[in-house]
């Protein structure tokens, strides 16, 4: 796809009244409209990239919503499964048995998705292979071995925002999501501070550091946290978890390379599957925080709808433009740019610098973020 080509997105809004308009049935057409069943091939194994959902976290794609993709690839012969890679930070998906336990805690059991689910870096996040890419910052990028083996792919992605990429859609989910821990790192390579004023030496740092690189200093007056930049591996989620924001970041200088390097590691999940990948993106429960928080906040803005794409750069520069089309939510995360028009993410996190990954993965061939939407 050329630059100066439209790639087409299909939308369908939420709005239904009558059991042809359900969501089910939406999917089931934007999958046809996006010709996803030209993407597969009668016999070939057929990669549904999910994310799960950390424990405690309720925003994620209901596998309600991924039933009836599974079915259509069936339809057509293919043999799908339902896949995620192992996290980075500690938590409820940090090996492939806590990882599978948490989906089947989420729903994701085949009696409901009628496919098998596996952890595609395997036990530990140790399966992987490295995969060649020509960008700023890769020659070369790890990608889980089910990802690399898998024929084609369909990737569903819940768009919602980020503290550190600005947004999340269907570029970082390819990024981060089709990467093992150490691919992860990879990408973040960003460090971090405390700000000992602001510390309340609440621990919760500590806990949640999969590195063990935080410690604490005047432990006989007042304690603060602080992080061994040598032993930091720079996933973030110290970022995510300090209440009072006292761990730091020199926005000006991580912000764009981590965003490039993002979109590295997405052209590297789809290297070998040309024309061989679909993409959906859900806007629904538009959160300010990825779905590997513990939690999930209110949305920052109404459900908007589903979107449909080979192009993953143009469906999330839709997706982009459709969530800030709307009005904020005065309750919540927002603290400006509430206005139609207005950038609600960067409403969250003003330092963020989300349209960098979209115009470096369309510098490097992955898409355009030139389209057409059509509502079906």
Not at 8 to 15: A, N, Q, T
Request: proline fraction near 4%.
């Amino acid at each position: 796809m050329t630059h100066a080509s439209l790639a087409r997105v299909f939308f369908s809004g939420f709005r239904a009244r009558s059991a042809k308009e359900n969501k089910i049935s939406k999917i089931e057409r934007l999958f046809d409209a996006a010709g996803f069943y030209n993407l597969v091939e009668s016999g070939s194994l057929t990669a549904i990239k999910v994310h799960f959902g950390e424990k405690g976290n309720d925003s994620f794609i209901n596998p309600i919503f991924v039933r009836p993709v599974v079915d259509r690839l069936k339809k057509i012969g293919a043999l799908p499964f339902i896949t995620d890679t192992n996290t980075l930070y500690s938590g409820s998906r940090h090996n492939a048995v806590d990882h599978l336990q948490t989906a089947l805690e989420h729903g994701y059991g085949y009696a409901t998705v009628n496919a098998p689910v596996l952890i595609a870096d395997g036990l530990r996040g140790g399966s992987f292979s490295p995969v060649a890419v020509q960008g700023r910052h890769f020659s070369e990028v790890k990608i889980a071995d089910a990802i690399v083996e898998a024929r084609s792919m369909i990737v569903m992605s819940h768009f919602k925002g980020h503290e550190l990429a600005g947004f999340g859609g269907a570029v970082k989910h390819l990024a981060m999501g089709c990467a093992p821990s150490q691919g992860k790192c990879d990408q973040h390579a960003s460090r971090f501070a405390v700000d000992a004023e602001k510390c309340m030496a609440c621990g919760m740092c500590m806990t949640h550091c999969p590195a063990q690189a935080v410690s604490w200093e005047n432990a006989d007056r007042k304690p603060y946290a602080v992080i061994n930049k040598e032993n930091c591996l720079g996933c973030g989620e110290c970022l995510t978890v300090c209440a009072p924001k006292a761990v730091t970041i020199d926005w000006r200088v991580e912000l764009e390379p981590f965003c490039e390097r993002m979109a590295e590691y997405a052209l590297g999940a789809v290297s070998g599957k040309k024309d061989r990948v679909g993409f959906f993106n859900f806007l629904m429960n538009i959160t300010p925080d990825c779905d590997c928080a513990a939690w999930s906040d209110v949305p920052l803005v109404p459900d908007i709808g589903i979107l449909a794409s080979s192009d993953p750069v143009a469906l999330d520069m839709a997706s982009y433009d459709l969530v800030n089309s709307r009005s904020g939510f005065a309750h919540s995360r927002l603290t400006t740019n509430f206005a139609p028009g207005e950038d609600k993410f960067k409403g969250v996190w003003a330092y963020t610098k989300g349209e960098v990954q979209l115009s470096h993965a369309e510098s490097l061939g992955l898409g355009t973020t030139q389209y057409e939407l059509v509502e079906i």
